[in-house]
Nanobody, 125 residues
Framework: QVQLVESGGGLVQAGDSLRLSCAAS????????MGWFRQAPGKEREFAAA????????YYADSVKGRFTISRDNAKNTVYLQMNSLKPDDTAVYYC??????????????????WGQGTQVTVSS
């Protein structure tokens, strides 16, 4: 089983940057994807970014494209989410997820069988 632990959240001002980390305790297989989702109070959980564990493919929601960058360090079993130019609308609990990659469903929670506990990101205006 894979266990995921997020870190790096905090309280920042609009325009600031944060880097979130997600450390996996088990082996991540080459056909897996690692994803970042976020959930604001009273809203549905939404997709932010994903990366294949093998290769270079990355995927972003339109709302974060150009501001967020997802990356990985396979040797450390860690995925990162670099968040720049943060906006108050980015305020949410950010969750790391892992599962077998799906070309048709990578932007939904369904393919991700493993989830972290989340880390809070708050952006003030």
């Amino acid at each position: 089983q894979v266990q995921l632990v997020e870190s790096g959240g905090g309280l920042v001002q609009a325009g600031d940057s944060l880097r979130l980390s997600c450390a996996a305790s088990g082996r991540i297989f080459g056909n897996y994807a690692m994803g970042w989702f976020r959930q604001a109070p009273g809203k549905e959980r939404e997709f932010a970014a994903a990366i294949r564990w093998s290769g270079t493919s990355t995927y972003y929601a339109d709302s974060v494209k150009g501001r967020f960058t997802i990356s990985r360090d396979n040797a450390k079993n860690t995925v990162y989410l670099q968040m720049n130019s943060l906006k108050p609308d980015d305020t949410a609990v950010y969750y790391c997820a892992a599962g077998v990659f799906s070309y048709t469903a990578y932007g939904t929670p369904e393919p991700y069988g493993y989830w972290g506990q989340g880390t809070q990101v708050t952006v003030s205006s």
